[in-house]
């Protein structure tokens, strides 16, 4: 598949499951069933970003390097998280 496209797409799908998370407070065992996919998921689309969108974008694009920074930034703050 297009990583790209993977990229742009998983957003919209992240949401709606952090929507989903809101919504249980206290249920840990629902939570847990829904935050084990999604930090997997998580992982995944930073890592692409990471490895393959990010270098192209610095490649190909002037003056993106703080914007790809903070974006890394983010992606270490959730994986801490």
């Known amino acids: 598949p297009d990583v790209v496209r993977l990229i742009l797409d998983d957003p919209e799908s ?6 989903e998370l809101e919504k249980l407070h206290d249920d840990a065992t629902a ?3 829904i935050w084990a996919p999604l ?6 689309h930073a ?3 990471e490895k393959f969108f990010y270098p192209q ?7 993106m390097e703080d914007e790809t920074e903070d974006a ?3 992606h270490d703050d959730i994986r801490k998280g």
Do not use: H, K, P
Request: no cysteine; glycine share 4%.
């Open 57 to 63: 974008l610095l490649e190909r694009v002037d003056d």
């Open 14 to 19: 992240f949401r709606a499951r952090f929507a």
């Open 72 to 74: 890394v930034g983010d």
């Open 39 to 44: 930090a997997a998921e998580l992982e995944v």
């Open 31 to 33: 939570a847990a069933a």
């Open 47 to 49: 890592t692409a970003e």
